[in-house]
């Protein structure tokens, strides 16, 4: 495929053929922007690919009403989860997954390239110690408030973690703080209430749902997506190239959302 970034796109090919190479453009083109979606998506709209993935009960639970998720879905799933990760420079989650699930966030031994891991959370109300926190396993980067608890600021610096403020704190905010770090794609594992943010703002592009046949019930129990605003059925977002394959007794369903 021609290299979509402006600065080059089409240059290398013409050098090749000048030099009597033979190039063919177009091959298997759909499966190319595939492999190089993130990529594409970074050049043409000067942010991170926004991946958004979640894993939720046969009743759209992603936790109990107590808001414990450890785990939903099975170790096949998961693995594949940590493969993703691997293959993504950013993990986001919001300040509620630290204080409810205390996640790694990391690749598990399944891959080389261990992803940025990002806390999002207004004033640092955070747990003192948390496995995010421990830089010999990944680095993490914490985008909070303008007015961060000072206390939680000064012992997060001390161990290492990067903490950065930001006037407005939003999803779209975060991804251009990423794009400037030269990041390609950016996986939202949070929870609903800011994925349904990260939605509105345009920072998802792609959905990883997988769908556990389990069901947990419970009315307060959380759901993969908060409020969006939307009313009616035929105002729902619609994903483009659904695909479903199995991992184990799982179901992954993976799609686009339209621009
Ligand atoms: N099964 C799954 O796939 C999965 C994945 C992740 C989480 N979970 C579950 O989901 C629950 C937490 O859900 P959640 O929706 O509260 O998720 P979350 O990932 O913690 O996101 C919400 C938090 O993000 C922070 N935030 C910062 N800026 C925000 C903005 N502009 N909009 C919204 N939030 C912003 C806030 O943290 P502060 O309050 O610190 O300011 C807020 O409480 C937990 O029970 C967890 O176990 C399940």
Partial sequence: MIDPDPRVSGSGIERLRQHQVEVTVGVEAEACQQLNEAFVHRIQHQRPFGILKYAMTLDGKIATQTGHSAWVTSPTARR?????????????VGGNTVRQDNPHLTHHGQGSHPP?????SRQLYLPQSAHLWDQGEAPTVIFCGPEPD??????????????????????????????????????WECGGQLAAAAIAQHCVQKIWAFVAPKIIGGEQAPSPVGELGLERMDQAIVLDEPQVT???????????LAP
């Fill in 150 to 187: 000072p206390e939680m600021h000064q012992h997060l610096e001390k161990q290492g973690v990067e903490v950065v403020r930001l006037e407005s704190l939003t999803p779209a905010a975060v991804m251009a703080d990423l794009y400037g770090r030269g990041h390609l794609a950016a996986l």
């Fill in 80 to 92: 594949e989860v940590h493969r993703l990760r691997d293959r993504c420079d950013a993990v986001i």
């Fill in 246 to 256: 199995t991992y184990g007794p799982d179901i992954l369903i993976t799609g686009y």
């Fill in 116 to 120: 940025l891991r990002v806390v999002m």
